[in-house]
């Protein structure tokens, strides 16, 4: 009787355990279903490919309420699938959208689908299949500039235009006369030729010109063009260029000067411009040096609207993203870092 015990117990613990494995994969089958209609979703033409980034287009052709999620998957291999593959979220209104790939690796084909949920059901569009670019220079080294205090700046050529590919750390003006108010710098000699210094608008736009004998503040529309040439496929309010401006490298493992985060986008410097997390300084009653290691700020010579304005445009690169941003409201009291072009 015993031995029967034994047999019966180890009969229900099987079935048990088959029945367990059978909810388990029909809990897996409602998971996973997919099906493919492109008369619903359609995947564009990847477009804007660099060696880590790439930008997708997304058309919802029948748009319904009862769309839960939309967006695009992607991976190395064909047919990716939303809970198996790297994927992008769009969480707006629209039926037709844009959404940036990052992160992705040099010289790689990946396979990309756009997609959409409806109850339990993920719906994909067509596939498209595309390549990440090898690391190119698209720049030549300039001869370089010093200004009148001796020091020497390092320069790019970037198509028809020359700039500085370091931070301007003057403490006078071109025609030798000092700097005294509108300026900070860093105690420490290294960091202040890492850096650079940190000018008010008023030193940036002044008469005596702050740059060295030929060379210039950069107007908005210079920086403009930069970006276009770095990024030829350019959109003034979409744009991957601060990827290749920035900088390469991360303070945490001791490869460059940005703070890795979670959201942290990483440079690569294609453009050679080298562009360092200076961050910006406040002068007032407390004055105080904000975000280093987390942005980098640069002046225009532009006021926004009147000379009489209180701010001025400036343009901004931040660790966790991969645009340049266009700004128009930083005050023109702030200490933001300088970067000249050549005349």
Known sequence: ????????????????????????????????????????????????????????????????????????????????????????????????????????KENTTYYARAFVKISSTFYYGNEVVFTTKTF???????????????????????????????NLRTTKFNDGTEITTGVWRHDSAELNKIYGAYYSWENINSAKKICPTGWRVPKAADCDTLIKRVDPI?????????????????????????????????????????????????????????????????????SNGAATSTTAVSYYIANYSDQVTKQFADKKLTGLSCRCIKE
């Open 136 to 166: 190119e220079k698209i720049f030549t080294e300039g001869a370089g500039v010093t200004d009148v205090d001796g020091n020497e700046y390092k320069t790019v050529k970037i198509a028809e235009q020359e700039w500085m590919a370091e």
């Open 1 to 104: 009787m015993k031995s029967l015990g034994k047999i019966v117990i180890v009969s229900v613990l099987f079935l048990v355990f088959n029945v367990a494995c059978n909810n388990e994969d029909t809990k897996s089958e409602v998971i996973e279903e997919y099906l493919v209609d492109t008369s619903l979703v359609e995947t564009k033409p990847i477009e804007n490919v660099s060696i880590n980034t790439a930008i997708a287009g997304i058309t919802i052709k029948k748009s319904a309420a009862s769309v839960a999620l939309k967006g695009i998957c992607w991976s190395t291999t064909p047919n990716p699938k939303v809970d198996k593959n790297d994927k992008m979220y769009y969480s707006g209104a629209l039926d037709n959208f844009d959404l940036s790939l990052l992160n992705l």
């Open 234 to 302: 350019f959109y003034m309010t979409k744009n991957v260029a601060a990827i290749k401006l920035k900088s390469v490298g991360y303070a945490e493992n001791s490869t460059g000067l940005w703070r890795k985060t979670d959201s942290s986008v990483g440079g690569t410097n294609e453009s050679g411009f080298n562009a360092l997390p200076a961050a910006s300084y406040s002068f007032g009653i407390n004055d105080y040096l904000l975000g280093i290691g987390y942005e980098f700020i640069f002046w225009t010579a532009d």
